[in-house]
């Protein structure tokens, strides 16, 4: 279409008026939109937390009630291991865990364990592993136990959150015992990134641990111990994350009662990949 000169500014006046029509039209949606995608974040958010707060409420009563028949030993402890995650040749994986753990309201160092273990990746989400733990327990007096130990592992990252799941069979050899003591243990992790702030997530996870046979003064078949853990992720870096959270571990420890000691236990941990 032509213009003469005289009417190219009516023209561009009006097209710019239209523009401002059709971003006064345009706006109400766009902020719709972004209503919308907000509201869905922080309900998500919000429904997260819910499930958080239930499962901590009822793992709570559930510690109680269980237990509350039990003479309970409290401690307050501190753990800080670290995980260290190597990517092999031909879908191998490598770790080396380091586990240093403080008791006796954290004065102390109650027990190391050394963890080397060799995986292999059969799927995107599913690997086996083969390793060996080294555990020494200082305190009340120095013993050692060397565990032959082989994993299961699946992991999965869904829209709204991650899913990580172990089960772990322990050959244990302890110091004293007259025999070989078999220990099960299943751990079942979630990880809900914040909406607002995707390098950080909530976290929540439990394991149960079980002894499988009776060792002469060792384990005796039957419940272990179980741990259940709430708190935070924090993605520092691409290779590096940290857990800071609270850990509730209750243990049978072959005395009067299922459960004779409970362990409140500030948790961080390092996870590196490299």
């Known amino acids: 279409m032509e213009h003469c000169v005289s009417c190219r500014g009516f023209d561009q006046d009006l097209t710019a008026s239209r523009s401002i029509g059709v971003a006064l039209r345009v706006d109400p949606r766009r902020k719709a939109r972004r209503e919308q995608i907000d509201g869905q974040g922080t309900g998500i958010w919000y429904r997260s937390a819910i499930w958080v707060l239930m499962w901590v409420l009822v793992c709570g009563w559930t510690s109680e009630s269980v237990y509350a028949q039990s003479p309970l030993d409290h401690d307050l402890r501190l ?9 092999l040749p031909s879908s191998f994986l490598g770790t080396m865990e380091v586990h240093p753990r403080f008791g006796e309201h954290v004065s102390e160092l109650h027990q190391l364990v050394v963890r ?3 995986g292999y990746q059969l799927t995107d989400h599913w690997s086996i592993w083969q390793g060996y733990t080294w555990v020494g327990t200082y305190r009340p007096r120095f013993a050692e136990e060397h565990h032959s130990i082989q994993q299961l592992i699946y992991r999965r990252k869904f829209p709204s959150f991650e899913l990580f799941s172990r089960f772990m069979l322990e050959e244990r050899v302890i110091g004293g015992a007259d025999g070989t003591g078999v220990r099960a243990r299943t751990l079942m992790r979630v990880d809900v990134p914040l909406p607002q702030a995707p390098e950080w997530a909530v976290v929540l996870y439990n394991e149960v641990l079980v002894n499988v046979n009776s060792v002469r ?5 039957g419940f272990d111990e179980n741990r259940f853990v709430a708190g935070m992720n924090r993605q520092v870096t691409e290779e590096i994350s940290v857990d800071f959270g609270y850990q509730m571990q209750v243990q049978n420890r072959a005395s009067s009662g299922l459960v004779n000691q409970m362990n409140h236990i500030l948790l961080v941990q390092f996870f590196i990949n490299l």
């Open 79 to 87: 753990w800080s291991p670290v995980y260290l995650t190597m990517q």
């Open 217 to 221: 003064n060792g384990p005796q078949e």
């Open 116 to 118: 080397p273990v060799l």
